[in-house]
């Protein structure tokens, strides 16, 4: 069993920056595939941003994040993180972590992933 634990969430003005962490409970972290997702109010959990297990240690990202956002994954502190730069009004849901063992970076859908983070809220104000 996997637990990943979130931090790094809040409030920022448009423009500002926000670092996502994600720590994992198992030392085989770099086994796992991680993504990123969010979701606002009333609509679907979306993709943002994964990485492969470090076998492949690539890396993909939606189209509305690309440019802005980071990911990237220290094995030696079992963590991934989501850097996120210039952030939007639009940017604002709650952020999950997820990860699947041996995962590539062509997984963009929720349902392929095993394990969750609990969600940090991530608010860009205008």
């Known amino acids: 069993q996997v637990q990943l634990v979130e931090s790094g969430g809040g409030l920022v003005q448009a423009g500002g920056s926000l670092r996502r962490s994600c720590a994992a409970s198992?030392?085989?972290?770099?086994?796992?595939?991680v993504g990123w997702f969010r979701q606002a109010p009333g609509k679907d959990r979306e993709f943002v941003a994964v990485?492969?297990?470090?076998?492949?240690?690539?890396?993909y990202y939606t189209d509305l994040v690309k440019g802005r956002f980071t990911i990237s994954r220290d094995n030696a502190k079992n963590t991934v993180y989501l850097q996120m730069n210039d952030l939007k009004p639009e940017d604002t849901a709650v952020y999950y972590c997820?990860?699947?063992?041996?995962?590539?970076?062509?997984?963009?859908?929720?349902?392929?992933?095993?394990?969750w983070g609990q969600g940090t809220q991530v608010t860009v104000s205008s």
């Open positions: 990485i492969s297990w470090s076998g492949g240690g690539s890396t």
């Open positions: 997820a990860a699947d063992q041996y995962g590539s970076s062509r997984q963009t859908t929720p349902h392929v992933y095993d394990y």
């Open positions: 198992v030392r085989t972290f770099s086994n796992y595939g």
